[in-house]
């Protein structure tokens, strides 16, 4: 595949590649709704990846509800730019040549021919045509750019026409009904055309129809991702990345357990929300249980995040199983082990291995007593039907901590539970942990998160106001969860982190963050074989 891509490609990339900013910043731009279906059935389906992006009016409807007037602007001018960046040097004008027949943009990878397993896949771009004359006018703008040569042919009657331009660049453009199909090579388009006339597409893969007909099951879909073969999809990324390039073992550790996997990002009354599928090997699959969490009501709405989960003890022996194949998990698991060794505490039995319930973890706000320099603490929750050994480990800690002169531990009567506190003279409590109940126990960080953890609060986080509104539509009984209160963190940072370092973040950041409510993510599963993740971008409204 050339090192720059045609311009008629980079065209179709404004669309692909500018999605979500387009929703905010063009208006009008399509009043049909493309779907993924019609572009896939000019796909063939051996395809080892897809990419849809629709220019969906009912998301833009939605997406111009939120953002704030300042990031609104900044959405707009990146969008501006990216256009005019990428057209710089053509006669090509958005608004003009591409706005009026644009339709949905699919940019699929077909794999490399057999014999030469080193080439990169075969690029393949289906845009749905939805004002053929405008489309006609801008296929002949293409082929009379000066100095630029087109070349006729047909294929099983179907007009190919092969533009080269004066660069050396050429690339193949076929319209089929109301799909024009383009590629840099001609061969895409020839095997393009086999399956608009009949043969195997990627629409008629049965583990496709519905997910990626559907999006994965997001309202008013902007894009959908579906990688058809996973495995094959990542050692084709392994085999063409620059030797300057390494990812992390985390991301090839999963290609065996994942067979296929569709994504879809679309917009709702809360946000911009993105949900994945993956379609898992029976051979790795590993039960994972699901959870209501009983743990959330404990947490006040002062809370800025939370994430939680069952197992932390299933999750070590996970990691530690991987540490076998992989030097970078195993790097991480003994340096794990290392810091626990030097509290003469082993990872594996006193700490991660009686963590096997249900658990916890929040970051919450307070300016009292020790957390008043700070203006936040953190609380952690654990269920566990080992409390003999969690027991054991809690008196380890308070022994070291006695073994420092500048700490005091002892305990407190909070709520009718007995805490036990390592406390700092005129700073007050560090430290402190107890039992909720007979089989969970907590930790804080912080003297005023003590008796909050303890105590039943006023106001839940779980019916606070900014929890019902980002985290609620996810799944609520899940593998696993994580929430973070926006408004909260940005408030907390403006005051203790910008005040110190205020040039931490850049203010096109802070702004676009600023527009952010809060951001909430659930995995789940519904079979065994499937696994799904969910997440929400729960955005201001710019009313």
Known sequence: MPAKKSKLLIAASIVAAGSAAVYFYVQGLSQKVSNPQDSAKVVPDEAMMAAFISPNPQALSELQRFGTPGAQKLVGMGLKSFQEQSLAGTQIDFDRDLKPWLGGVMV?????????KTEPPKLLVVVSVNNKISAWNFANKLKSQPGATTQETEYK??????????????????????????APLRKPLELAIDTFKGEPSLATQQSTTKFFAESAGVKNPIATVYIADYPAA???????LPANIQLPWTVFSQF???KSMVAGIGADSAGLRVKTIAQLDPKFVQQNPQVASKLLPRFPG??????????????WSQATARAKDSPEVDRGVQQVRSSFKRLDLDADRDVFGWMNGEFAIGAIGSDQ??????????AMIFETSDRPAAE????????IAKSNPTVSVAPRQVQGKEVTEWQIPQQGTLFGHGWLNENSVFVAFGGPLVDVITSTPPQPLSSSPSFQAIATSLPQVNQGYFYIDMEKTMSWANQYLLAVQPNLVSPPVAELLNSL???????ASTEPTTAQLEMLFALKSNN
Request: aromatic residues 2%; positive net charge; charged residues 20%.
């Open 108 to 116: 699929a990878l077909l794999p490399p021919d057999a014999a030469a």
């Open 157 to 182: 009657g179907v007009k190919i026409y092969e533009i080269a331009e004066p660069s050396g660049k050429r690339y193949s453009v076929a319209l089929l009904n109301d799909q024009l199909v383009m």
């Open 234 to 240: 990542i050692e084709q990324l392994k085999a063409n």
């Open 256 to 258: 065996k357990q994942v």
């Open 302 to 315: 002062e809370t800025i995040a939370l994430v939680g989960g069952k197992g932390i003890d299933r999750i």
């Open 369 to 378: 007593g020790i957390l008043s320099q700070l203006g936040m603490g953190a």
């Open 392 to 399: 054991a480990t809690l008196k380890k800690l308070d022994a």
């Open 517 to 523: 409510r809060g951001i909430s993510v659930a995995t």
